[in-house]
């Protein structure tokens, strides 16, 4: 029975901040899609007494103990020392392994130096897992500890040579000895207008615990929401069905796409595609956030014909033909100013439609009138010229951010001939 | 004595692999920085009996316990209530907290939420650590299991509101709390044009170990060397400006900024501001980024007047002259394009010199003459015109970031009169 994975990742370089870790991250990915619950994540420096510590306490919470680094040649990679110290067996060499890296050397026109034979030293009763990539094999081998099993997996810290490692070889076999006939079933929907634990309250009560297991993450801009169900293969699916058409109706005004790897730039480049529509951006207090989020999408070059970033007065007259007397009687943080932002970037384009915003992104610039957080969006198309005023909070990197999602998130609206109005500022 | 840290990463996102855990990351940096170890990291997701078993593992490990996540609002938040119930101790509510939130609310024009109060809710003993951005204070609690006492600081899972958070009230309490007389002197430069490995040759044998500790940190596109030096104060510091002598001239080719928290479009700002130069701007593949990148410092519309994104054809002709000659016979990604595209963008906007930037970031619209990765840079200003063609390798995200890197370096190097050619594309 494997339904519980330790995930342990070893090295200096993790627990003194120089290299962020994202082979956990990854390997989380690839385990909760089998439906293999991920109890904890433990990572610790080249220290061998952590590192028996760090193998003790996975090998007694896991099923399964799944661990990256520490098997290079180096006097600092220490795993499979302190594996077969915890086994309490000696190692073998496997003269298949040798052979290999001395292959892989010789092909190089290096000679292998001697400590590269360290990699091909095993814990008695392991079984060798193969690298496809580079010198290091990992290996697999079940150790007890106070009559607990688990099934200890020890791969190459290198990302890209542990990802075929998992995906050829572990996935396969844990996916054979899981032992169970659950699966889990997931859906996901992100939301865009409405806080986290807005979210939270908008659907309490709706699924019981028994059901399924509703959680929120937020990233700002974006909160998703997502509900997970563990069954029989195929019944799982159906009532994760069923539990998404139930929060549907009452979320569906918030939610700008469902499933997990969605962002507001991908909805609306898809949404332009679709219609065969092309668009402009004129940006001020954005800076260019809105067309480097829109050029993010492959493809967009297809939609997005320029986004003229005006972030002087004459570049606002010069450029997008911004009147004079409008800058002067308004200012250029005004709705008036932004439809002419809007109008003179459409024409100069010769898009669709276009999108523009002004505003006071601070620290400095605000004044009573129009403090920092004051922002204008407008959008022009054909029969739309929309323009509104919004009150933000933040940092700077905030208020330009929160901007590009709701100029984003009015596009999404105009193609889909949903009420702009309905755009709201992020209620956090 | 503080000597020893654990790091505790909570929340579901984290265990199935939807968010990367770059908290842990932060922090570990932070406090190898002051000299505390990180002992270990352990993540677990929002169940509370693995929370339990989190809390009282590292507890047991740790001097110091710094947890981030799971104080949020919502029902899957649990980090308070898990405390609680190890310290054996009720909650009490903090009536300045519960004001702040209602007041946050408030200036939002919002009725706060009922389950928001759950933020202002506390372990008995705990003392508030205020979250100077958010809504969701921290705290800290003393808790003693099996006569080993361990301080317990909670902060909020947002890098936003945990870092300042971190960086105002917890470092300098744990710093105060180290039971040493000595201290941590750091001495730190930013580079752009040569790898982590590269650096670490250059550097080789300059320092002895005894002497301090070279470390290095990449986060692309930037990469940072640092010096630490432990010793009483005044002596440390003294010694690390001697170690930072020593190794300034050997990396000064590299160096764009020394400090911490310099970043390139923020040395780029001040040069221009002390020079009371204007910078225009013409993109094509970076879609925006390096406008973004240069109004995300405070004061940027001093010196920035506009960036062009030109995405099309018809916008590199109409908004920036470019020729259609020029297009139709070296293609948009040439050096040609980027020279015509920035003396338009200079032209246009009237500035002291223009960047302009054109390439095929990806993933489709390779050619075997212009495979995708391929890079045109060209700048333009009184006396100056020069253009050059990169080959990238990556991903289009990362063939974005890295060419409105080099544009950035090379407005740099142009102002500071340093050989643009010098701005090498990164050695991985």
């Known amino acids: 029975m494997i339904k519980r994975a330790v995930i342990l990742s070893t090295g200096d370089e ?6 962020v870790d ?9 385990l909760s899609d089998i439906g293999v ?3 904890a994540v433990i990572t610790v420096g080249d220290v061998p007494e952590r590192l028996e510590w760090a193998w003790r306490t996975a090998i007694g919470l896991g099923e399964v103990v799944i661990s990256t680094g520490g098997i290079g040649p180096t006097a600092d990679d220490l795993t499979t020392e302190t594996i077969a110290r915890i086994a309490g067996v000696g190692l073998w060499r496997d003269d298949a392994s040798v052979e290999k890296i001395r292959r892989f050397f010789t092909s190089m026109n290096r000679v292998m130096p001697e400590n590269n034979l360290k990699q091909a030293m095993f814990p008695e009763g392991a079984t060798v897992v193969v690298n496809p990539v580079g010198t290091a094999p990992g290996f697999r081998i079940p150790i007890t500890i106070d009559a607990h099993t688990s099934q200890v997996i020890v791969l190459p810290g290198v990302p890209r040579e542990m990802k075929p490692m998992m995906e050829d070889t ?3 076999w844990i996916q054979a000895n899981r032992g169970s006939d659950t699966i889990f079933a997931v859906r996901s929907f992100q939301t865009f207008g409405i806080s986290e634990s807005g979210l939270d309250e908008v659907v309490a009560g709706l699924i019981a615990p028994t059901e399924g297991r509703v959680a929120f993450r937020a990233s700002f801009p974006q909160i998703s929401m997502r509900v997970t169900v563990e069954g029989r293969p195929g019944e799982a699916d159906r009532k994760a069905d069923e539990l998404a058409a139930r929060l549907r109706p009452k979320i569906s005004e918030y939610v700008y796409a469902e499933g997990d790897n969605e962002t507001m730039e991908g909805v609306v480049g898809r949404l332009l595609t679709e219609r065969k529509l ?3 951006i004129a940006e001020s207090c954005t800076g260019g956030l809105i067309g480097h989020r829109l050029t993010n999408v492959p493809g967009s070059s297809s939609y997005l014909l320029g986004d003229l970033v005006t972030y002087s007065f004459s570049a606002k007259t010069g450029i997008l033909g911004v009147s004079e007397q409008t800058l002067e009687r308004y200012g250029a943080v005004s709705e008036q100013c932004v439809i002419e932002m809007a109008t003179g970037a459409r024409a100069r384009l010769g898009t669709n439609l276009a999108i523009a915003t002004s505003g006071i992104a601070g620290p400095d610039g605000g004044t009573p009138s129009k403090p920092v957080g004051t922002v204008c969006i407008g959008l022009v198309a054909d029969g739309a010229s929309v323009s509104r005023s919004y009150q933000l909070r933040g940092a700077r990197d905030w208020i330009k951010l929160w901007t590009s999602q709701i100029a984003l998130d009015w596009i999404r609206r105009h193609l889909l001939g949903l009420p702009i109005s309905e755009s709201n500022i992020l209620r956090r």
């Open 14 to 19: 993790l627990t003194t901040g120089r290299v």
């Open 22 to 30: 994202s082979n956990s991250n990854y390997l989380s990915g690839k």
């Open 37 to 39: 619950e991920v109890a």
């Open 170 to 172: 572990v996935i396969p």
């Open 278 to 280: 092309t668009v402009g």
